[in-house]
């Protein structure tokens, strides 16, 4: 058992709630509701030494996860993923500081696992017996996969357009999967529409608190895996953001515990061209995004118009003194086939599009020569086998 939550608190209006209440979104103001502990508690008992010995899966944080028993954690061996020195990547552009945390090997084959394994065992904890989500993929094979783990009834809401290799994956883990003739937003209006008919729990994006806990892990093991002293800069792809804003949220409790200096990384937000809402809102140094028109990009990931955090994502970057910047689909392709001949992995359209930023942003000059980079690769490429096909 653990009892490390203080409660929950909307990261927009500052409301608080109940954390062993059934929340999707704030009461008040409908935005993110997000786990805040009693780090005080924790600093007294829990020692980074402590995880020495622990299982390498994210679970080995239990303190700083939201599940009150432990009965209720679900692993499919999620978590602890390799931290890559990219020395032959670094070398195509003369930089020896590069490394790459690589989320593929992640069950499901992505980072949504993390959050997933958290946020379906919290809510099989609280009740939860059928839940929805939209998804343009990733998401949903992770979430089918863990409800299947927990006995739970999963429905997924997908654009037509997604890989057939991610409706047989959902299809295969039992899940009841609905093709959406649109984009994101409209599988969204989708799975709100069947939640508020039947009951089933929310599993969006920033509308239960609970995946952004588990999306925080990547944080603590980079943190953990350079030996408590953050790289300089972080470039990650960003659609939905929970992956930015969960890291942040990682290094804000790590120093807090007192486990790492003050000084954190500077957080680069990558979107495409074709979907750019974060950039552009940034750019314009705005609190908010405006919805994009018409996104169009070969990385499925970004092609997120419109997102619940987009204040959080802003909050982020330029709390962390980082940029936002957009990538080509002819750069995300280009990235794909350098880091696939140079570093012998095989990333996601997403994660080449932070190498694409990287080298925009070396050229740029705004990273230096001495300092640490790190991208996150935060899948396989193999459920995007058609764009060689289109670009062999």
């Given amino acids: 058992m653990t009892d490390t939550i203080s409660h929950l608190q909307c990261a927009k209006c500052g ?20 786990v805040l502990y009693d780090l005080k508690k924790l600093k007294k008992t829990l020692k980074k030494e402590d995880l020495k010995k622990r299982e390498p899966t994210l679970w080995r944080y239990h303190e700083l996860l939201p599940i009150q028993d432990s009965s209720h954690h679900l692993t499919l061996g999620e978590g ?10 670094g070398q195509t552009i003369g930089f ?5 945390k690589e989320e593929s090997p992640n069950p499901t084959g992505s980072f949504k696992a993390r959050g997933m394994a958290v946020a379906v065992a919290r809510a099989r ?5 059928q839940m929805t989500i939209p998804s343009q993929g990733n998401a949903a094979a992770a979430m089918s996969a863990y409800a299947a783990l927990a006995g739970i009834k999963a ?27 649109g984009y994101l937003p409209d599988c969204a209006r989708a799975s709100e529409e069947a939640a508020k008919e039947t009951g089933y729990f929310d599993m969006s994006t920033l509308k239960e608190p609970y995946r952004l806990e588990g999306k925080k892990t990547m944080g603590f093991e980079l ?48 979107q495409s061209d074709g979907c750019a809402p974060i950039v552009r ?3 314009d140094n705005k609190e908010t995004a405006e919805p994009w028109v018409e996104p169009r990009t070969i990385a499925d990931g970004l092609r997120v118009p419109v997102a619940i955090g987009d204040f959080m994502i802003l909050r982020t970057i330029r709390e962390s003194r980082g940029t936002a910047v957009t990538v080509t689909d002819e750069e995300i392709m280009e990235g794909l086939q350098i880091m696939s001949s140079h570093q012998g992995l095989f990333p996601c359209p997403e994660g080449a599009a932070t190498f694409a930023a990287f080298k925009r ?11 640490k980079v790190v991208l996150f690769n935060t899948a396989t490429g193999l459920n995007y086998l058609h764009l060689w096909f289109k670009n062999p």
């Avoid at 942003?361 to 300092?371: F, M, S, V």
């Fill in 281 to 283: 809102a940034f750019l």
């Fill in 15 to 34: 409301k608080s709630v109940d954390a062993d209440g059934l929340w999707n979104t704030c009461p008040s103001c409908a935005k993110p509701l997000v």
């Fill in 125 to 129: 904890e609280l009740g939860v017996q």
């Fill in 96 to 100: 020896s500081g590069l490394f790459i």
């Fill in 223 to 270: 943190a953990e895996q350079m030996n408590w002293e953050l790289p300089d800069v972080i470039i990650y792809p960003t659609g939905g953001g929970t992956g930015l804003i969960g890291m942040w949220k990682a290094f804000e409790e790590l120093e807090m515990l007192g486990w790492i200096k003050p000084r954190k990384p500077r957080m680069v937000c990558v």
């Fill in 155 to 181: 429905h997924v809401f997908m654009p037509k357009d997604v890989p057939r290799s991610f409706v047989m994956q959902c299809v295969a883990y039992g899940a009841k999967v609905e093709l959406v003739d």
């Fill in 361 to 371: 942003l070396r050229e740029q000059g705004w990273i230096k020569d001495r300092e």
């Fill in 80 to 89: 602890y993923t390799p931290l890559l020195y990219a020395k032959r990547l």
